[in-house]
């Protein structure tokens, strides 16, 4: 199949970025998305013109290096991530539009690269527990309900792609920050930090530049892993309770 | 099993002297001398016991530099950290959480006996050493086993969330190549969960200040001075500067290089510069040729294809694999091929494992369906896993809550219904047993440089077991390293380095001198087109099955790729900015370089053990044909010089705890 490519091109952070119409022809259905752009590439460079430059891994959906704005929708039209996104979702010759994530807080490096430290410095600020390694008890000393064990899983298999800022008005990235709340406060070992957690990392993503939450859930239905809107209520609900007793 | 080769004349080829004496040259024996001359039971307390100490007050002065994230570099920065040494961590990634340990899905193995189903520290030793066809190191292994117990209490501490049964207690599962059910398990994520305890932990001692990430950073160079390795040049990925940074120790856990075969289930990003600079430093390389081939794996679809992806092997615990039996049935749709015109050849063929043998034996015996023409798909390299009889005992909806994840994926990237149609999987690249050469303290031969996980050779033999790589990782990182790195900064911290030292100067502009140098080749061929060339020769003669013919072939081959790469790639762009072709170029020119040893090592082990199979050397029924007097050794290649013959040093592996016996799964 044929497709027609207007990816966003930027030199640098500081530098002006536009969009640049690329054709492609040879293009097949079972494809992924970036093996396209993988293609796209080895054309360009046999052209001497410079490779578009994305952010990729595993390639497997599951490292949440790649994050790409596909037709404005984050990862595409499928809710998946954007390396596990196949052209067979694709028509013949479609036109479709490649741009970074947007949001303030995660600044333009180069073409489609994103700097997303900012989620790095909101574990930081306590997205994890205090416990030295030596120094745990046997893992059967604590039991943890069915229930309780699986939504902290469901919760923690979030990839910090950062998919649900860009894809939320404000750029917020509560849906993140929900996401760890709900998973370390679920499980017993998550107990005694909870009122310091809440609070640090909320304040760390108020100091990264995130927007706040409207609950428009635009991020629910952009995330590639299903993190569900309700871990914004359990943050929600956390930091008041938490405002209350530190 | 074994045989003798006595009564050889000099020159004679024999196992023993090996079938690539043109390449290399024999140097002087290696024993590892850290392990302590007790029994294997005591021989880690004793070991912790003679480790000297380093009192509190002083470990902030000593700097230590771990490169890598995963689950051995995030696991020891953070544990170094919690005690309080100073660390740098670098990964090339933008965050630690994203290193490729994440991808591991099944599984991780710990001697609890949690299922009270004769599980012990002795029998995970056992296994680990029988599945690794004797090619391990029996004291490593052992204490790996030892400390799994440990491991899983520490990621429960941290809040990973690990599988649980209604009463609230952990839950477990079988992998291939064991009896028993010892893998703990977070749904089809496992490796995500455990990388993402070890990350929290990592960020945790980075606010306390003990660690500092850069992340984005790449290991360009070792820079040893007098002997000693104290520190690494690094680029900036994004800004393009060339930095340096200086150390007491340095840690390399930057995983392993299967992406020498260019398709492979490693993440795009994995590469071996960080080892292989370490190797051209004098550190030893040790068994590169040890591949492992994991037998499910989604099947190539085309040319342009980047990467593989696997499928958990826990699917074979419900799964059952089979082909046709009548060749000229392979094309037909699987649900009208009736149930006695299927052959559920490693049932029939392993009766007691089944379709749990180990990932050497099962991938093996899906090439040689396919070879016989009963292969299945498009490009008739496929056989099918099917969950047909597990959705009627089970039920559909059991199923989908054990393994549906892996069946989404399956759809997603296939296009086809897994509970409809059998899955067709085919082996693929997926880990190697490899790596530099390592002590008993994880110490390589290079004073000051320790390696851990992937990356050093130690634990697998010449095949691993599922769910011991998320095992061997967290071992090395939160139990072992911490303990022995303790007792080699215990003698610092060493002089002070200066950054204008002449070994630094020198580290830092070969760093430049090799960019400048990809730069302005401008010749006309992409870096990714070597990279896939250089893949292809190595899949083709020294993947699966090997032979003499084929990697003297290789051999060659790679030779006359590296030249023309040196004088006709072609990197667009700039040093001082974000480049990733010129990233690429510096991995493939490294990956240039180990193919070469890979096939040498190969050559050189002709006999069959692990994943690695020679052609000359099979059973009557064509099993691998291990040759014990000859080959019960660790190959550590030693580097010498460009266009110079590698060094081959022995390390002899003995076996006293366990009978080395000839791996039977029938």
Not at chain 2, 445 to 452: I, S
């Amino acid at each position: 199949m044929k497709v027609n490519l207007k990816i966003w091109r930027q030199a640098s952070r500081e530098a002006q970025g536009g969009l640049k119409d690329y054709h492609l022809d040879d293009v097949t259905e079972d494809m992924s998305f970036l093996e396209m752009l993988d293609v796209l590439n080895e054309q360009l460079i046999e052209q001497d013109e410079e490779p578009v430059e994305f952010e990729h891994d595993c390639r497997e959906g599951i490292c949440g290096s790649c994050g790409l704005m596909i037709n404005g929708l984050p990862h595409g039209p499928e809710r998946t991530t954007t390396c596990q996104l196949h052209m067979r979702t694709f028509k013949d010759g479609e036109t479709i539009t490649i741009e970074p994530w947007r949001a303030a807080a995660f600044p333009v490096v180069k073409d489609l690269v994103v700097d997303r430290s900012a989620f790095d410095a909101m574990i930081q600020a306590g997205g994890y527990v205090s416990v030295n390694t030596g120094a745990a008890p046997d893992a059967h000393a604590m039991p943890v309900r069915k229930e309780h064990a699986d939504r902290a899983f469901d919760t923690a298999t979030c990839i910090g792609c950062g998919a649900c800022v860009a894809a939320c008005p404000n750029a917020s990235a509560s849906l993140f920050l929900g996401a760890k709340i709900t998973h370390l406060g679920e499980l017993p070992q998550g107990q005694a930090e909870r009122h310091e957690r809440v609070i640090g990392m909320v304040a760390a993503h108020d100091e990264a530049g995130f927007g706040g939450c409207t609950n428009i859930g635009e991020c629910a239905s952009a995330c590639p892993k299903e993190i569900p809107l309700d871990v914004i209520s359990q943050l929600n609900k956390d930091l008041r309770t938490a405002l209350r007793h530190v | 099993m074994t045989q003798n080769t006595q009564n050889l004349s000099p020159g004679e080829t024999s196992p023993g002297t090996g079938d690539a004496a043109d390449y290399f040259r024999h140097g002087h024996p290696i024993a590892d001398t850290k392990a302590p001359d007790v029994p294997i039971e005591r021989q880690w307390t004793q070991r912790k016991f003679d480790a000297q100490l380093v009192a509190p007050a002083n470990r902030r002065k000593l700097d230590v530099i771990i490169v890598g994230t995963g689950l051995a570099g995030g696991a020891a920065a953070a544990t170094l950290g919690e005690a309080g040494f100073n660390v740098k961590s670098f990964c090339y990634q933008d965050s630690p959480r994203r290193a490729h340990s994440i991808a591991a899905q099944g599984g991780i193995n710990a001697a609890k006996n949690y299922k009270e189903d004769g599980d012990s520290v002795y029998r995970l030793f056992y296994d680990t050493v029988k599945g690794g066809d004797y090619r391990s190191r029996e004291s490593n292994v052992y204490r790996l086993a030892e400390v799994s117990a440990n491991i899983i209490d520490q990621c429960v501490a941290q809040g990973v969330p690990f599988a649980r049964e209604y009463g609230g207690l952990l839950d477990n599962r079988s992998f291939g190549g064991v009896q028993v059910q010892r893998t703990f398990y977070a749904r089809g994520q496992t490796g995500q969960q455990l990388l993402i305890g070890a990350y929290q932990a990592l960020e945790r001692q980075v606010a306390a200040g003990t660690v500092e990430t850069f992340t984005k950073h790449e290991m360009l160079e070792l820079i040893t001075v007098e002997g000693k390795a104290r520190g690494i040049i690094a680029r900036d990925l994004v800004t393009g500067e060339i930095e340096t940074h200086l150390a007491d120790v340095v840690v390399l856990a930057s995983g392993g290089y299967g992406n020498v075969f260019y398709l492979s289930t490693n993440a795009m990003g994995c590469n071996v510069t960080a080892s292989w600079r370490a190797h051209r430093k004098g550190a030893y390389m040790a068994n590169p040729c040890y591949t492992q081939i994991h037998p499910t794996c989604i099947p190539v679809s085309g040319s342009y294809q980047s990467k593989l992806t696997l499928m958990s092997e826990s699917l074979r615990n419900d799964g059952r694999i089979w082909v046709p039996k009548n060749a000229e049935d392979a094309d037909k749709d699987p649900r009208d091929i009736p149930e006695d015109e299927r052959d559920y050849y490693l049932e029939r063929i392993y009766p007691s494992f089944g379709n749990l043998v180990p990932r050497d034996i099962a991938s093996r015996a899906a090439k040689y369906q396919c070879d016989a023409g009963k292969g299945v798909g498009k490009t008739g390299l496929g056989v099918y896993l099917d969950f047909a009889s597990a959705i009627e005992r089970l039920g559909r909806e059991a199923v989908e809550a054990k393994y549906g994840n892996l069946f989404d994926m399956y759809e997603r990237i296939t296009g086809e219904n897994p509970y409809e149609v059998p899955m067709r999987i085919y082996p693929a690249v997926h880990y190697v047993m490899g790596g530099l050469w390592v002590d008993y303290d994880l110490h390589s031969n290079l004073e000051g440089l320790f390696v851990a996980g992937e990356a050093n050779f130690s634990d697998h033999g010449a095949n691993r077991l599922g769910a011991s790589a998320l095992m061997q990782g967290l071992a090395d990182g939160y139990f072992v390293l911490p303990n022995t790195i303790r007792h080699y900064l215990a003698d610092g911290p060493f002089e002070k380095l200066d950054e204008n030292h002449p070994a630094v100067v020198e580290a830092r502009e070969s760093v430049r001198a090799r960019i400048d140098k990809f730069l302005s080749i401008n010749g006309k061929r992409t870096v990714d087109s070597y990279h896939k060339e250089l893949g292809q020769i190595m899949w083709d003669y020294c993947g699966m099955e090997r032979s003499e013919e084929g990697l003297n072939k290789a051999i060659s081959a790679i030779r006359d790729l590296r030249q023309d790469f040196w004088r006709n790639v072609k990197v667009l762009g700039a040093a001082d900015t974000l480049n990733q072709s010129l990233e690429k170029a510096g991995r493939v020119a490294d990956f240039l370089e180990l193919g070469e040893l890979m096939c040498i090592d190969a050559l050189n082990r002709s006999e069959s053990c692990g994943g690695h199979f020679r052609a000359e050397s099979q059973t009557e029924e064509g099993e691998a044909l291990r040759h014990d007097d000859d080959y019960a050794y660790v190959a550590a290649w030693e580097f010498t010089g460009d266009g110079e013959q590698p060094v081959l040093h022995m390390e002899d592996l003995e076996y006293h705890n366990i009978e080395m016996k000839n791996r039977s799964y029938k």
